[in-house]
């Protein structure tokens, strides 16, 4: 029985190269971690806002409340990139009503981007709405 020794060397070759890979995303991770460089996933709230334009110089938007309602201070609304009100109190220190009605007054001809950022009770934000009316 011949033995083939150039046929032995290639598993060994391919073990050590899988093994140093192993090693070094090992390494890679730990670092990270370490290192602070991966975070903690911020918790997202379910919350629902509704945009709807009546006319040519009207959007009316509506909170209707989610998982946890009572930790939404105010929403700052923004049409087409500027700043056009806001529902609830900046820097309030009481959640907003679900139900809440705002209308938003202006010259909103054809398509408007909306967006709706909300600010919480622990001091976040998230953006809630951001849709075309």
């Given at each position: ?5 150039t ?23 730990i ?62 220190t ?13 010259n ?26």
């Amino acid at each position: 029985m011949q033995h083939n020794l150039t046929d032995e060397a290639v598993s060994e070759v391919i073990g050590t190269v899988l093994i140093i890979a192993l090693v070094v995303t090992l390494a890679a991770i730990i670092g990270a971690m370490v290192f602070g460089l991966v975070g903690t996933v911020q918790e997202t709230k379910v919350l629902a806002v509704t945009a709807v334009r009546f006319n040519e110089s009207n959007i009316s938007l509506t909170y209707h409340g989610g998982d946890r309602p009572d930790q939404l201070y105010w929403l700052n609304i923004s049409v087409n990139g500027t700043p056009v009100g806001r529902m609830g109190t900046l820097g309030g220190t009481s959640p907003v009503k679900v139900g809440n009605v705002t209308l938003v007054a202006g010259n909103f001809l054809g398509n408007n981007h909306v967006i709706v950022v909300g600010a919480f009770s622990d001091g976040k934000e998230q953006v809630l709405l951001d849709t075309i009316v």
